[in-house]
C-alpha cells in the first residue's frame, strides 16, 4: 500500500508576512494584492478567528475585525519560500508533486523506511521548516495511501497538525466530511447533489449509479461513487513531468473600473507582452489567441484560431485588439485577461525563411536578452509609456508550473 | 505600520556554510547590532540578485537588502 503525504504550508502568504515582519506575529493580518485592492487574497489564522477568509472585500474584513492590518503581497518572498520548501521536502523522496504554491504531494512508499518511518519524516519536515525557512511557518500534514484521501486529512488538524487517514478510519473521516472538502467536487456540483437530496458521502454511497446518471450524465457518477469510497488511482506529477503547457495566459483586474480607452489597450498590450514573452521563453508559439473582458455587470468573450503560430506580442496583440473591437464594448472595464492556445514547441514548427521574420525573431531574441539582464519591461512597446506597467507574478495555483519550475526550482542561494 | 527608507548602509558580515549573515550594520552614524536574522529571501531582477534580510536589534527590526552584482548594502525599510 502506498503513503502519500499532503504538505499544506497553514494561512501561507500571512504567515510569511510575520515571519518577515515580527511586529505581525499573533495579530489579524490579511494580505491584499496591493495597496488600493479591495480583497483579501489571505488571512492569517489570527484574523481568521473572526471569520475572514480568502476573497473577502477589505471593507468586509474590516467589519469583521477592525483590528486587521492589510499587508501588500509580495509573490517573489513567497516563491522563493515555495522553492525552499520544494527543497526541504524533496530531501526525504524525490517523488514530489508540486500542487499549487503552498501545497505538495509526497510519496513517500520507497523511503520512509530510510528516515524511521512516516510520523518520522513529517516531524522532521516540521523541523526543518522552522530551522531553515523560520518558526512562524508552519505545515499541515496529511496522510493516507492515495492523494485525495491524503489531500482530506492535511485538512483535519490546521494548523501545525499531522492527521491520517487509514482504511479504518476512512468511512469515518469520509462521512463527517462535506462534500467539497474532497478535491475535486465543487460547489456547483455540490449544489445539483444537493437538488437531488444528497448531502454527505453517506447518502451518495446509497444512491444507484442509474439514478445519478439521469441528473448528472454519463461522466460524473462513475467520478463520484468513487470519491464516495475515497478511491483515487492518480499517480503524483513530478516536475520533471508536467505535462507541457497547452496555453498562457495572464488576467489582470484593473483598480477601478474605466471606459479610457488609452488604459485599456496599454492594459491589453502589456498583458500580451508577457504571454508572448512565456511562450518564447518555452520555446513554444501558439495559434488560439483569446480575449476575455468584464465590467459593469458585463462579460464578454471572444478567440481566434489562426492558421499560423505566434510568440510576438505586437501580432498577438493586433489579434486581441481586433476581437476587443468585435465586442463593441459598451460601458466600464474592469478585468481584462488575454490567452495563447494550442501552444506547439517551436523546433516542431516550420523555420521562418523571410528576411523581415527572420530580422523580428532576432529582434525579440535581443530584447527578451535585455529584459532578463536588466528586469523586466526595461524596453517595452510604448503603448505602455506613462502607464504602470503589469510584471508577470506567480499565482496562488501556480497554473504556469512548467514556465516557472524548471527554470528556477532549486536555485536557492 | 513600516517605513520605507532605501539608503546605503555599511555591513559587517559573515560568510559560513554557504550563508551569508550580516552582523552589525551603520545607518546614520549609528550602529546597530544585529541580535538574530528572523527571515531571509532572495529576488531577481534581471540579472541582479538581490538578498533580503529582516533583522532584529534592540533598537527593532529592520529590512537589509544586499545587492550581489553592485556588491552594496540597504536599509530598506524599518518595521
Not at chain 1, 248 to 262: A, H, I, P, Q
Not at chain 2, 55 to 62: D, E
Request: charged share 30%; net charge positive.
Amino acid at each position: 500500500m502506498q503513503t502519500i503525504l499532503h504538505l499544506d504550508l497553514d494561512s501561507f502568504f500571512a504567515s510569511v508576512e510575520q515571519q518577515a515582519n515580527p511586529k505581525l506575529v499573533g495579530k489579524p493580518v490579511g494580505v491584499i494584492k496591493g495597496p488600493g485592492r479591495t480583497c483579501v487574497i489571505a488571512a492569517s489564522k489570527e484574523a481568521k478567528k473572526f471569520g475572514v477568509k480568502t476573497g473577502i472585500k477589505v471593507w468586509e474584513a474590516k467589519a469583521l475585525c477592525p483590528q486587521i492590518i492589510f499587508v501588500p503581497a509580495d509573490f517573489d518572498k513567497y516563491f522563493f519560500v515555495t522553492k525552499k520548501f520544494i527543497e526541504i521536502c524533496s530531501r526525504y523522496s524525490p517523488d514530489l508533486e508540486v500542487f499549487s504554491i503552498d501545497e505538495l504531494f509526497l510519496d513517500i512508499t520507497q523511503t520512509k523506511d530510510l528516515f524511521g518511518g512516516v510520523w518520522k519524516i513529517c516531524q522532521k519536515i516540521k523541523q526543518d521548516i522552522r530551522k531553515e525557512i523560520g518558526q512562524h511557518i508552519t505545515c499541515s500534514i496529511g496522510i493516507s495511501y492515495n492523494r485525495l484521501l491524503a489531500k482530506l486529512a492535511s485538512k483535519i488538524k490546521k494548523p501545525d497538525g499531522i492527521f491520517e487517514i487509514t482504511p479504518k478510519n476512512r468511512d469515518g473521516i469520509l462521512f463527517s466530511s462535506k462534500l467539497t472538502d474532497v478535491c475535486g467536487l465543487g460547489t456547483r456540483l455540490e449544489k445539483r447533489l444537493f437538488n437531488l437530496g444528497i448531502t454527505d458521502f453517506k447518502n451518495l454511497r446509497k444512491i444507484p449509479i442509474d439514478f445519478l446518471e439521469a441528473s448528472l450524465g454519463p461522466f460524473w457518477p462513475g467520478q463520484l461513487k468513487k470519491l464516495s469510497y475515497g478511491e483515487d488511482n492518480s499517480v503524483l506529477t513530478r516536475i520533471g513531468e508536467i505535462p507541457r503547457m497547452k496555453s498562457v495566459s495572464r488576467t489582470y483586474t484593473l483598480y477601478e473600473d474605466t471606459t479610457n480607452f488609452n488604459l485599456i489597450k496599454a492594459t491589453l498590450r502589456n498583458l500580451c507582452e508577457e504571454v508572448a514573452f512565456k511562450a518564447r521563453e518555452m520555446g513554444m508559439a501558439g495559434r488560439m489567441i483569446g480575449v476575455a473582458v468584464r465590467g459593469g455587470g458585463q462579460e464578454d468573450y471572444r478567440h481566434k484560431t489562426l492558421k499560423y503560430f505566434l510568440d510576438d506580442g505586437e501580432e498577438i496583440f493586433k489579434i486581441v485588439w481586433s476581437l476587443f473591437s468585435l465586442m463593441k464594448w459598451l460601458g466600464p472595464v474592469r478585468f481584462l485577461g488575454v490567452w495563447l492556445g494550442d501552444l506547439r514547441s517551436k523546433s516542431n514548427l516550420t523555420i521562418n525563411i523571410f528576411e523581415k521574420e527572420r530580422r523580428k525573431e532576432k529582434l525579440l531574441m535581443a530584447l527578451d536578452k535585455i529584459n532578463k539582464t536588466f528586469g523586466e519591461f526595461t524596453i517595452y512597446p510604448a503603448v505602455l509609456l506613462n502607464n504602470k506597467k503589469i510584471k508577470s507574478e506567480v499565482n496562488g495555483f501556480l497554473g504556469d508550473k512548467n514556465f516557472r519550475l524548471p527554470y528556477s526550482i532549486f536555485k536557492i542561494d | 505600520m513600516e517605513t520605507e527608507i532605501l539608503e546605503k548602509i555599511k555591513v559587517l558580515a559573515t560568510f559560513e556554510n554557504g550563508q551569508l549573515r550580516p552582523v552589525v550594520f551603520q545607518w546614520r552614524n549609528r550602529l546597530y547590532k544585529i541580535l538574530r536574522v528572523v527571515f531571509s529571501y532572495s529576488k531577481n531582477i534581471g540579472k541582479e540578485k538581490i538578498f533580503y534580510f529582516s533583522v532584529g536589534t534592540k533598537c527593532g527590526v529592520f529590512e537589509l537588502a544586499f545587492n550581489r552584482e553592485k556588491f552594496s548594502w540597504e536599509l530598506t525599510r524599518i518595521f
